[in-house]
């Protein structure tokens, strides 16, 4: 069962409670050990920064007391010695040393001053001690990053990655200390980080599991640090898939041969919106860029709706084979002179306008695309008589048998596999008539995820304080997730067009609608009083209760912002109607800090089994069947539930069907075609809903897939987007507090707690001028080789910790989602920075030259950084539901079709 959730009553029959399991991510090395010299010279460092928080606040004081002391001495001594020395601390700038010779009684009579020239002289003394610490710590670092460098699994991920960075990893785990290794280094350290800081799952980088999640037992408080439990002694498995991608882009080059594409059944592209005797139909194209997902094209043809088109729509919407149309075709048109080439003719010309298109030959989920598609050419070639088939279905199996050895080869390998693949894989498109493009990115031909595949022992993990907390979060998580505005925006568009209790007899129709509304929910992200005439039906409650909250968060004594405990325990009540009427669920990626017992929640995104479906077929079976009865159990008694699975040539789209029902354009392999369903407005809940045709039953559609709905074809938005929760910002709920520093201003955000579980870390939003001023002085630094005393004060200067992590400045929204996507997609990735270590130090101006439009700082947390042994880090991905209002509809009956 569900684990359960206490809070106030009158919230109970909508708070949210906590799956029975959870996903771990966890990285497979993990991170350093800090030695003696790394621990010196990180104390030496942080009483440097201490230090030089305490002499500015000492200055502004002291220009007071320098400036009335003028009457303690000569109007000379105050003109050439008293008055420069304040206009230096004033303006920053440390004294000349011949102003400060000459001081004579002053620090005696301005006891603040000689305050300040003891912290001075400490300051300098730390200085050098740091200088002199600053080799050893520097050697040690070094031999540690040459200890990462050495472990397999690092170099069989850096190898996936790039054959110069695996050269580079290897070099380094050599202790090779050249002139290219140092100017490698800070590349490398970051891959190394990325291997023992980062919980993404990609290669050998970050190992998957599953796991039930036990009920704590009662008053439990006692949990496990999560980095230092054995939750990867079990044996590991790399699982390799085939770019999907490239087998989309080499079956649309197979099927552009006439004989093969004859051979299979063909469907019409979508239903037809007539008016007027003319019909329009939605067609979309796909073409393949080089990278990892397809690229869509899609338009609306309109044409003239005859009487044999009328009968070609009507027989296709079930994929039926050419000659079968044909014959049927034929025999309506028994005027003509030779009816069945007329027929024929006709097919042709619909198969080449779009309107008619052929089924995949292979499913697009299917476990062994290149093994099945061999399998075709075979059958192609035998029926036809074409020998270039069978020799095409040799190269095809080559290819998914060097693919299939790259899981198990050595790091030294690999290089050698991926080149031959990629040019295999180049020469094979070439050949069926679809080369790659010339401005293609470099070829990915496979994807790796390692699991575990054995249950992983999670109990411990969190006790029942954490569940509770969870399931009161949820409803914060709820109020400031962008997926209601969404859905009240499409309310307002469909019903503008099609009337309050309207019908879209054709949801592809809606497509850029749907679009739309994600841009326009965009827009009023922040439900900002200035644009309330523009609020979409009933948004307003939400903002109401969003100004409630932010406003009822009170600072503690440590600077953190707490939401009031009983005001988020009541929250879920509050909530709107409208907005309780569907079901919902969440997925929380957390991790546990040991130190200060906090549970810390690095992003909020949609549930539904999203971020475990990817994994299924690869753990045990025991998973699939807990996620898929969770999920069934989530929707309610009354759900008719269908999930939709397009690929788009996205490996992490591949996923196991949790639900009775799938739609998709082929309803012979989905039992519910895309032609099925329609949208309406449903009045009882004032929701845009799906609506199967045949029975009225209303729809609750998922799509567990990472592919953004942007980037898959419009036409299919309405059931991508029947479930478009996931956008979740609670930055809204913290102040911004500007910070003055060179170059500009940083803006500070503080810590969010609800309880223990903090929901939004302490942050740093460095522009440009700020970044770049910070870059200048670590590159003049007297040190720069370890700019010790510069990041020192930069770090007494914005209150920072010794560790963060670095994120690209957000990007001012452009409006058009899709643009944005990609603008955010070509960001770097975060990484760890560890303002403590020397060899971080050392890296640092490099790392933030990858940033020239700005930065953010955020507190790691927990931080990897410093301990006495070496630690993981674990990520738990845990997902939340909410029951909807109760359904009258019939129960949800039957298991996950296969």
């Known amino acids: 069962m569900p684990h359960s959730a206490g809070g106030n009553t009158t919230a109970a029959g909508h708070l949210a409670s906590t799956a029975p399991y959870a996903l771990a991510r966890a990285t497979v090395l993990a991170y350093p050990a800090q030695g003696p010299a790394g621990t010196e010279f990180r104390a030496l460092l942080d009483r440097l920064a201490a230090l030089d928080g305490a002499l500015p606040a000492l200055t502004g004081p002291l220009c007071d007391d320098l400036y009335a002391s003028r009457d303690g001495h000569p109007e000379a001594f105050h003109r050439d010695v008293v008055l420069p020395l304040r206009r230096a601390l004033h303006n920053g700038r440390e004294p000349r040393p011949a102003l400060l010779a000459r001081l004579g009684d002053l620090p005696g009579r301005v006891p603040r001053l000689a305050e300040w020239l003891a912290l001075r002289e400490r300051r300098g003394a730390l200085l050098a001690a740091l200088d002199s610490a600053a080799g050893p710590a520097l050697a040690a670092e070094r031999a540690a990053l040459a200890a990462l460098c050495r472990e397999p699994a690092l170099a069989r991920a850096t190898a996936l990655t790039s054959p110069d960075l695996l050269r580079a990893v290897q070099r380094a785990g050599t202790g090779a200390d050249d002139r290219k290794s140092r100017k490698e280094e800070p590349t490398v350290l970051r891959y190394a980080l990325r291997a023992s800081t980062k919980t993404s799952p990609l290669s050998w980088f970050t190992a998957v599991g599953w796991g039930p999640l036990p009920e704590p037992a009662p008053g439990q408080r006692r949990v496990r640090c999560w980095g230092e439990a054995p939750l990867l002694d079990g044996p590991l498995t790399a699982v390799v898939e085939v770019n999907r991608a490239l087998t989309a882009a080499l079956t649309a080059a197979l099927l552009d041969a006439p004989h093969r594409r004859t051979a299979l059944p063909h469907r019409i592209t979508s239903t037809a919106r007539t008016t007027d005797g003319r019909a329009t139909y939605s067609r979309t194209r796909t073409a393949f860029a080089g990278g990892r997902y397809l690229v869509v094209d899609e338009d609306e043809a309109e044409v003239t709706y005859s009487g044999p088109l009328r009968l070609v729509t009507e027989r296709a919407t079930t994929p039926a084979g050419l000659d079968a149309l044909t014959d049927a075709l034929a025999s309506a048109l028994p005027g003509a002179a030779d009816s069945r080439a007329a027929a024929a003719g006709f097919l042709d010309r619909l198969v080449e306008a779009g309107l008619l298109v052929p089924t995949d030959p292979v499913a697009p989920q299917d476990d062994d695309p290149l093994g099945r598609l061999a399998e075709w050419l075979r059958e192609v070639g035998a029926e036809t008589g074409a020998g270039g088939d069978v020799a095409l279905a040799r190269r095809v199996e080559g290819i998914a048998r060097a693919t299939g050895a790259f899981g198990a080869a050595a790091a030294a390998e690999r290089p050698g596999i991926l080149s031959s693949l990629v040019r295999d894989w180049a020469a094979l498109l070439a050949d069926a008539g679809r080369p790659v493009p010339a401005a293609s990115v470099p070829l990915s031909v496979l994807s790796e995820d390692v699991v575990a595949p054995r249950p992983l022992r999670l109990d411990g993990f969190l006790d029942r304080a954490d569940h509770e907390a969870l399931a009161e979060a949820g409803a914060v998580a709820e109020l400031y997730d962008l997926g209601h505005i969404v859905r009240q925006v499409l309310r307002d ?12 007899r054709h949801p592809w129709e809606f497509g850029d609608d749907i679009t739309a509304a994600w841009e326009d929910a965009g827009r009023l992200a922040a439900l900002s009083p200035a644009d309330e005439e523009r609020f979409p039906t009933g948004v307003a409650g939400l903002a109401a209760l969003r100004r409630e909250l932010a406003g009822a968060g009170h600072a503690a004594g440590d600077g953190d912002v707490v939401l009031p405990a009983g005001l988020v325990e009541g929250l879920a009540g509050r909530l709107p109607g409208w907005a309780l009427e569907r079901p919902l669920s969440h997925a929380f990626f957390l991790q546990r800090d040991p130190g200060a017992g906090l549970l810390c929640v690095n992003r909020v ?88 045709r045949a029975t009225g039953e209303l729809l609750d559609v998922l799509y567990p897939g990472f592919l953004a709905p942007l980037m898959l074809p419009r036409r299919l938005g309405a059931y991508l987007g029947d479930q478009p929760h996931g956008v979740v910002d609670f930055g809204p709920l913290v102040p911004r507090h500007p910070v003055p520093a060179p170059g500009g201003r940083v803006i500070r955000t503080p810590r969010l707690r609800h309880r223990h579980v903090v929901l939004q870390r302490r942050r740093w939003a460095l522009p440009a001028g700020v970044l770049g001023a910070l870059r200048a002085e670590l590159a003049a630094s007297p040190r720069a080789t370890v700019p010790a005393g510069t990041v020192a004060r930069w770090r007494a200067l914005l209150g920072l910790p010794d560790q963060v992590f670095l994120h690209p400045a957000a990007t001012v929204p452009t409006g058009r989602a899709a643009e944005d996507f990609h603008a955010h997609l070509a960001r770097p990735k975060p990484q760890f920075v560890d303002l403590g270590n020397a060899l971080h130090l050392r890296c640092l101006g490099k790392w933030l030259a990858r940033h020239p439009g700005g930065a953010v700082l955020e507190e790691a947390l927990p931080a990897p950084g410093g301990r006495a042994a070496p630690v993981r880090a674990v990520e738990l991905v845990v997902e939340t539901y909410r029951a909807g209002r109760a359904r009258t509809t019939a129960p949800l009956t039957g298991e996950p079709r296969t």
Do not use: K, M
């Open 493 to 504: 568009r469909f019903v503008a067009r099609y009337g309050s209790g309207g019908v879209c």
């Open 605 to 692: 995104y949609g549930g539904w089994g999203r971020f475990t479906s990817r994994f299924l077929d690869a753990l045990d079976p025991a998973a699939a069947g807990a996620v898929a009865r969770q999920v069934r159990r989530g929707l309610g008694p009354g759900a008719r539930a269908a999930q939709v699975r397009p690929v788009g040539g996205f490996n992490a789209n591949l996923h196991p069907l949790l639900v009775p029902d799938e739609i998709g354009p082929d309803p012979r392999p989905a039992s519910i075609g895309e032609a099925d369903p329609e949208l309406v407005h449903d009045e009882a809940g004032d929701q845009v809903r799906l609506r199967l």
